[in-house]
């Protein structure tokens, strides 16, 4: 059972997460404040963090930076409600691993958390397999099983994305992030949509199993194991 | 209240301060004056008589007493005097009783008392003489009554101090006019400042159609003025568009929640329900995020990003995000890039820039239309030409459409919030860029930019927006 430590100072925000992640098997700790954030995380050693920027007693970068002064490797997300660019690039050079911003759907707090605690498989393979599908990184090919399937440069990342992360939700804001290098909320919302729409056409023929699924209101996944 | 505030007003105090340095100096011009015009008649008087003396003493002794009777005669003001003495002291001839004690018999001009002959005591007027002692032991002595000099000075000041008093009330005068001429356009100032803090703001200074620095200041601070006017006006108008844009999608997720509290039988509707619900939040959260973005982006807080930017591969990569869509809605999406463009910039916000005007583009261009991006180059200057197919923007709305959140009638039922072109804008500005707005139909939008590290402005002073055929 995975531990996450979560470090935030609003309860009600506190209580809602700590509750779904129970749900979904984590076992939370919560600290209401830096220093006893801080504290629990030497002492406990989580697998994971959650962790608010704006904490009484001490801000939550400074925690995270406390902590890799110490040599802890341990993943950490953090929170804000400050949503500037600058804020974010900050936060992410100070130690944090992701970040989100306040507010934000359960759902992808949830789907970032299992992609911080669940690694992508080693990136020194050169090729990727993921039930009957297969991708050369060298060759730039791309096949299910006899198949060989005809993707664009955008289509072959985005589908080396899912391949590296088996079985797990990967949020529209993600894959923006990852795939797109999106910074910013694009004007047209269905983008990952349409992109995704025609990777799945390609990859899901007619009468083959279904690999690509959309999770309703959350994002994507590649099911790999039927 | 009113006298005391005009007398104690400094420019009151100034006038009072001239009139005053004026007086001072007309009494020292007049006192100067005194001087020079005294210090000459008598010089004049003293060559006057030391030549006359000369003339008798010259003569043989039996003209001299004839010479002085006539020299008397011919004197009709009687300011002669001369005076004939033997070696005893005894009057020969002229018109003084006796001979002076204190007159020097050297040759030398000096002022004396002198008795007169036929004149009281109490009227001996002190004159300038000479004396001289002559072969055979006589005494001759000739004068020169010099009061008519401080008659002409007595004169001369009369004249000066009836000409100074006027001249020092007229400063005093002008001095209070002055002075509450300036209260009087303070007051009014004071008024108008009053009144333009009490919110009344189209209130301005008083001008005048006169040119004084006190004008000018008006001029200057009314400028500043319109400026504020047209900014507070400009945020008021974004503060109700914001609570207009806000309203909309908050009214539907409370319907929405309060429909499927009323009405939802089974866990399904309830879902549907709450997906409209989320879907509200989602849409207002994204106008203030939006919001946010363009704050950040028009404070210039993000010039610390910039760096060499490769505008080529940035066409590119927009292309290669939207063909999927354009592709949906059946339009042709296509890039001509003439050359390879470093320009200095966020490579992030010029992404943002140039797949929002794809994305608008994208968006109005009605099925089977086209889309083309176009990267031009010349000299230093870049050009990234975004056109389509669609309506384009008409000439009245091409100022309208950077305002944040308008939305055009034919826009009213697309998705958006209405900050696209805004941000677009925001971002050409920070960069020194510029933005053409090209006429429909058709719609065309470029972005003029200078290539390489020359920081700022294709040209220095340019307004961020041109129109097209404004140039």
């Known amino acids: 059972m995975n531990r996450i430590l979560l470090i935030e100072d609003d309860t009600e925000t506190a209580e809602a997460i700590v509750a779904e992640l129970t749900d979904r098997g984590f076992e939370v700790q919560w600290a209401g404040d830096g220093v006893d954030g801080l504290d629990r995380a030497r002492r406990s050693s989580p697998d994971a963090m959650i962790v608010d920027r704006m904490l009484p007693k001490m801000d939550g970068l400074t925690v995270i930076e406390a902590l890799r002064k110490d040599q802890f490797r341990t993943p950490v997300l953090v929170l804000s409600a400050l949503g500037a660019v600058d804020d974010r690039v900050r936060g992410l050079r100070m130690g944090g691993d992701d970040y989100l911003t306040k507010p934000f759907a359960i759902i992808e707090l949830v789907a970032r958390i299992e992609a911080l605690l669940r690694r992508p498989t080693d990136d020194r393979k ?36 899912m391949m590296r992360r088996n079985d797990q939700l990967l949020t529209r804001a993600m894959l923006l992030e990852e795939v797109w290098n999106y910074k910013f909320v694009p004007a047209t919302t269905n983008l990952i949509d349409v992109h995704m729409g025609r990777l799945r056409h390609k990859v899901d023929g007619p009468g083959e199993v279904q690999l690509i699924h959309n999770v309703r209101g959350s994002g994507f996944v590649l099911r790999s194991r039927q | 209240m009113h006298q005391v505030r005009l007398i104690r007003s400094s420019t009151f105090l100034w006038a009072l301060a001239v ?37 008798i003493a010259d003569l043989p002794p039996a003209r001299r007493i004839s010479a002085i009777a006539d020299h008397l005669e011919q004197d009709s003001r009687g300011v002669q005097y001369a005076g004939l003495f033997d070696a005893a002291g005894i009057r020969l001839a002229g018109n003084i009783d006796h001979l002076p004690r204190e007159l020097g018999l050297g040759g030398a001009v000096q002022g004396v008392r002198l008795d007169l002959k036929g004149r009281p005591a109490v009227q001996v007027p002190v004159v300038r003489a000479i004396g001289r002692r002559l072969d055979g032991g006589d005494v001759l002595v000739m004068g020169r009554n010099v009061d008519e000099t401080r008659e002409i000075s007595s004169v001369v000041g009369e004249a000066l101090a009836l000409g100074l008093l006027p001249a020092f009330s007229l400063c005093l005068v002008a001095g209070a006019w ?11 100032v004071n008024q108008r400042v009053q009144r333009i803090v009490a919110g009344e703001l189209r209130e301005r200074l008083p001008e005048g159609g006169t040119d004084d620095p006190f004008a000018r200041l008006a001029a200057i601070v009314n400028g500043m003025l319109d400026e504020m006017e047209t900014m507070i006006n400009a945020l008021a108008g974004v503060g109700n568009d914001i609570a207009h844009d806000l309203r909309t999608p908050l009214t539907r997720v409370r319907l929405a929640l309060e429909r499927g509290r009323t009405h939802a039988a089974t866990l399904e509707e ?17 106008i203030v995020t939006a919001l946010l973005r363009l704050t950040e982006i028009e404070n210039n807080r993000r010039m610390a990003g910039f760096g060499e930017v490769a505008l080529d591969e940035i066409l590119r990569e927009v292309c290669d995000v939207y063909e999927p869509i354009a592709e949906d809605k059946l339009i042709g999406l296509g890039v001509v890039i003439a050359r390879n463009v470093q320009v200095w910039g966020d490579r992030d916000l010029l992404f943002e820039a140039v797949a929002n005007l794809v994305d608008n583009a994208v968006k109005f261009t009605p099925s089977g239309g086209r889309v083309e991006l176009a990267l031009e180059a010349e000299d230093d200057t870049a050009l990234v030409r975004v056109r389509d197919t669609g309506p384009g923007i008409s000439e009245q709305e091409r100022e309208a459409v950077l305002r944040r959140f308008y939305r055009s009638d034919t826009m009213r039922n697309t ?42 402005a294709v040209t220095r002073r340019s307004r961020t927006l041109v129109h097209a055929d404004s140039d």
């Open chain 1, 126 to 161: 050169t090729i990727l397999h993921s039930g009957p599908l297969e991708l050369d990184l060298i060759e730039r090919t791309a096949r299910r099983g006899d198949r060989e399937l005809d993707l664009l440069p955008r289509e072959f990342r985005l589908l080396e994305y």
């Open chain 2, 270 to 286: 309830l879902q549907d329900i709450t997906d409209k619900a989320m879907a509200g939040i989602d849409q207002s959260l994204a």
């Open chain 2, 415 to 456: 998705p958006g919030v209405g900050l696209g072109l805004s941000l677009v804008a925001a971002i050409v500005k920070l960069h020194g860029f510029r933005l053409i707005i090209g006429p429909a139909p058709g719609g065309q939008i470029e972005i003029l930019a200078r290539i390489g590290r020359t920081g700022r």
């Open chain 2, 178 to 188: 002055l002075s509450a001429r300036a209260q009087k356009r303070v007051e009014e």
């Open chain 2, 19 to 55: 009139a005053a340095a004026f007086a001072l100096f007309v009494v020292a011009l007049f006192t100067f004056v005194y001087w020079k015009l005294d210090d000459y008649l008598i010089a004049r008087s003293d060559r006057m008589i030391t030549t006359q003396i000369h003339f």
